[in-house]
DNA sequence: TATTAGCACTCGTTAGAGAAGAGTGCTAAC
DNA sequence: GTTAGCACTCTTCTCTAACGAGTGCTAATA
């Protein structure tokens, strides 16, 4: 545990590192409003830091820069979270203000979270897996064509064109529709295709005369993987980050972001509650130079998604961790709600 | 017009500055195979050119570089439109190869088409405006919430969450499901608001309980605006252009991507068949460092969407022109063969 | 004993000078 | 009409020197 002035050091250090990433040397850290010490006192209690591997320096005259080591320490005992804010408000305002669909509130969420921080924000959208079927429907747009609708009971609208078999007829489609209703609903989607092979299946050999024919297709249509879409808000705010100069670091940066898959992968978790994750702590190495911090949204105690903030080791972590938490809660409070229930 | 010796030399120019992004100067020049003449010789005929404003040099001694003007004449004079090859295969493959859903196509396009060029791909989706009502459906979603869905000929489905008046029925929400059906069956999409305020309004007055209550939800469900999404692929090729080495100039090309409004206004046009427009002959700012080639993709003649190209003046036009034709045509293709229809 | 002032030393940054190299325009010869 | 030659220009690279911010250590001070 460090004492009252190294901690009072280590924090101005960081928190002067944080806005201006630059080093900073015992001079101009003596000069500092609230600390009444000698450059040559603060120069001590540097070595001290630099020893317990809290701060580190760039070159050996260099000044301090806080190590990944030290954002940890900073992290877990020098923030107090700190108390909700104007910028609270125009979140809450935002987010509360309409009647948006899951998709336009999660896109706006990361919209706002990245404006508000000028950080990259990420948001895995809702896991659709556990929602419960509300209805099917089948609408033929031609001869051969025709689409299929899943409605959740969430308010999710899925979606998919197929080829209809050459010669099936409208009185048959309309029983396939009814059965698959009259079976399905109510049913979470991530057991569909099980329920449709098992006991849909026989209702279909039953009742239709093509079956054989349609039953691929329907199936097809029910094999979804709706495990979160992913939502990107404020990509070129990492450009304004001066550590990030250098186009080699933002093309790393971008083509990692655009693997969609790599990421929902890294957001993908059953923590709950707010976890951060400094630069090297990160076991995906396209991330090992950024700092991530992400927490959760639910449902009736059920995960639906990750936000994330995306940001320089060098990050704001006080106002990033506050802001993220209200997000939190405000998009579960939102669900909460019920509009979608 | 340009006599034979000086179109090689431009030519030769050009395609060199294409691939190495490098001003060249006389003596590299005559060294190139199809180039028999000294490189004095050379330096005349460069002088003449310049004199004509189809190169510039970068400083008094440096070699020569084409100039927006000399693109220009190289695009109207020299390029030939090369055949078809393999890669046109391959995007016809993929393009082909899956029942795709209009975005998926869409999406697709512009990923294949960044992969094969290494510029950046943007797709202006289609525009549902002129598509036809098949189907409207109401999915009560609880007590106080549904979702309307609405499905075009053209198989896209648009769905809006909206809040449901109180002590609303579930037989009066049939009815008027009904009603619409009836009246909006085949009406264009960009005509559906009108007719709903003239004669279905009418109808829902005679045949409603509550009609003042629901038609005004019902009424903004319609009002949707889809002229079409944009579609971006291989954003980061940018990065790989010699000429945006700069993080400015990267941030800027990336604001402006992420400015959707001002992307679509740029896309949208009625002009038909390939536009090319080379640096400061675009009239928005924001892309005057570029050249963008636009084509657009239709359906029973019907103009749906464009698509672009965006890369640095420095582009391999021949090859570029090329693809977007085809692709171009593919597209128009695979929506005429009436998947859709 | 804890703090501070002083000083020698280190290393990154910046500016300038010079050499090398690529390219040009012009002139004169072929 | 074409080419060889040459003086000249401008960029790029490398090297050096000066500067300054910052350090660690030692000795003086409260």
Redesign the interface.
Known sequence: MLGDRELLILQTIIDDFITTAKPIGSRALSKKEDINLSAATIRNVMADLEEMELLVKTHSSSGRVPSEKGYRYYVDHVISPSLKEKELHLMEDIIQGN???MEQLVQLSAEVLSELTNYTAVILGPNEMNATL??I?I?R??A??A?A?L?T???H?E?????LPFGIEVTELEKMVNILNDRLIGIPIMDLQYRLQSEVYTLMQQHLKHHELIYDHIFSVLQYENTGKLYVGG??NM??QPEF???DK??QF??ML?NEEEMIKLLKTDHDGLKITIGNENKVDAIKQFSLITTSYKMDGNQLGTIALLGPTRMEYRKVITLLQALSTEMTDVLFR????
Do not use: P
């Open positions: 009647m948006l669909e509300k209805q429907q609408v747009l031609s051969q064509s689409v609708i409605v009971n969430t308010g609208v979606h998919r064109l197929f080829n990509q070129s450009m304004r100069n250098d186009i933002i093309y971008y083509t655009e019920g509009k979608w229930k």
